[in-house]
């Protein structure tokens, strides 16, 4: 089965830093995506992590660990643009497919 | 770059009545999926396709129907609405096996009455 949990809501004020977590359970695993998705839009990929560690991609960054079974998203220099939804979502080897979590709204306020 | 694209943007249905949904990329890749958004369930899987002839069921497929006949098109098709199936409809495609990042259509908001 699959299991995937992260927060339904955060709340941060513009120019901060915020931590998005993300726990899952996947037989399979094989790698971890988060996606942004503004509200009334499409998911957008923002990040992919298959080894243990952090990627930074300017005022993103995503960590993953496999042997706990987590990942968080970082945004720093927080932009009132990056209000929106974070999709933390695991690739599983032999499902050609994504499982999703329920997604973190995240609200930056001035 | 026109990407994933979907049609059409917004419906309404009656109970009982069909539609097909359409999903077209330029970016020739292998795979396809459709999925569906509610409130507080995140994305699910209803229908994927790994090439042009082939479809395969994913974690809530009953009440649709899937068809691949061209590689660059997937249609989701509901043969009788139900309200049920009031929800978002997102199409994403991917290069192929070897390359993970799916991309996403803007979605279809589909009610049904």
């Known amino acids: 089965g699959q299991n995937i949990d992260q927060p339904t809501e955060m709340t941060a004020t513009e120019g901060a830093i915020v931590q998005i977590n993300c726990t899952y359970q996947t037989s399979g695993f094989n790698g971890l995506f988060w996606y942004q998705q503004h509200a009334g839009e499409a998911p957008t990929f923002l990040s992919y992590?298959?080894?243990?560690g952090l990627e930074e991609k300017g005022r993103f960054s995503s960590f993953l660990s496999r042997s706990k079974g987590y990942s968080y998203l970082l945004l720093k220099e927080l932009q009132m643009k990056d209000s929106a939804s974070y999709l933390c979502?695991?690739?599983?080897?032999?499902?050609?497919?994504?499982?999703f979590g329920t997604g973190t709204r995240l609200t930056v306020i001035p | 770059n026109a990407g994933v694209t979907q049609t059409p943007k917004f419906r309404v249905l009656k109970t009982g009545q069909s539609m097909t949904l359409l999903c077209a990329q330029d970016?020739?890749?292998?795979?396809m999926y459709w999925y569906r958004q509610d409130p507080g369930m995140g994305l699910r899987l209803i229908h994927y396709s790994v090439g042009e002839g082939t479809t395969a069921k994913g974690e809530v497929p009953d009440g649709y129907n899937v068809s691949r006949l061209k590689k660059q098109n997937f249609l989701l098709g509901l043969e009788s609405a139900a309200p049920s199936q009031t929800s978002v409809y997102f199409c994403?495609?991917?290069?192929?096996?070897?390359?993970?990042?799916?991309?996403f259509g803007a979605g279809t908001r589909l009610s049904v009455l």
């Open positions: 992590n298959v080894l243990d």
């Open positions: 970016m020739n890749h292998e795979y």
């Open positions: 979502a695991a690739y599983q080897t032999g499902a050609n497919n994504l499982f």
């Open positions: 994403a495609s991917r290069a192929g096996p070897a390359k993970n990042i799916q991309y």
